[in-house]
């Protein structure tokens, strides 16, 4: 009932910069937050980032901070990923992600996401 489609992937070199978005469809009214996973070459798919819908409530790993900031544009239906001083060890596909959970105080689980986004590649070159 909620569709995601992510964009703003690309190839860019190590300490570059790159904006993802994704766009939510559908039952976007029954989602409490949006976020982003993001999967390495031979790695499991690991949390970046998340925010709620309702007062911007943003929490990050760890890996990240500093770095990227997550954002959203409650009238858009969208959220962004803002990523700056880009690493190598940054490449991956991106996903973008939606709970339906009030629950949610700290990182989106795997398991605990109820929409995913088919992916955007990132690839930081070094």
């Known amino acids: 009932q909620v569709q995601l489609v992510e964009s703003g992937g690309g190839l860019v070199q190590a300490g570059g910069s790159l904006r993802l978005s994704c766009v939510a469809s559908?039952?976007?009214?029954?989602?409490?937050?949006m976020g982003w996973f993001r999967q390495a070459p031979g790695k499991e798919r690991e949390f970046v980032a998340r925010?709620?819908?309702?007062?911007?409530?943003?929490y990050y790993t760890d890996s990240v901070k500093g770095r990227f900031t997550i954002s959203r544009d409650n009238a858009k239906n969208t959220v962004y990923l803002q990523m700056n001083s880009l690493k190598p060890e940054d490449t991956a596909v991106y996903y973008c992600?939606?709970?339906?959970?009030?629950?949610?105080?700290?990182?989106?689980?795997?398991?605990?996401?109820?929409?995913w986004g088919k992916g955007t590649l990132v690839t930081v070159s070094s």
């Open positions: 559908g039952r976007t009214f029954s989602t409490y937050a």
């Open positions: 925010i709620r819908w309702s007062g911007g409530s943003a």
């Open positions: 992600a939606a709970v339906l959970s009030t629950a949610l105080a700290g990182p989106m689980t795997y398991s605990g996401v109820d929409f």
